[in-house]
């Protein structure tokens, strides 16, 4: 049993991140919570280094995300079948209001379906 005041919440969604408003690269969350979320990414940052994240979720019969700043606090080589580049480890530094709910609501709903599971 996960002893963080925030649980992860596994997930495999769709995500764009930026360091800068004209590189912007697609990717995927592999887990989030309510104060950050780890990212597949073939770009290497270093640690340290802030990003802009919007995650890409349906609710219901919508398309829908959050907005997010955050901070690299880890990274790790990840390769898989054709497919090489990294783990990062995203936390939040800044989040709206409105997105902090979206966000919530999301993992609610979530951890819901896994505890009727």
Known sequence: MERRKHP??????????????????????ENV??????IYSIQE???????????FFSS?????????????????????AQWKGYLLGLEFTAISD?????LVSFLSSRISSEARA
């Open 8 to 29: 992860r919440v596994s997930v495999r969604l769709p995500l764009e991140y930026w360091e800068s408003d004209d590189a912007r690269h697609g990717g995927y969350v």
């Open 98 to 102: 409105e997105d902090r709910q979206k």
């Open 45 to 55: 940052y270093p640690i340290g280094s802030h990003l802009g994240v919007k995650v």
């Open 60 to 80: 219901g019969s919508e398309f829908d995300g959050f907005q997010v700043r955050t901070r690299i606090a880890w990274k790790a080589p990840h390769c898989e």
């Open 33 to 38: 919570s309510e104060m950050g979320l780890a």
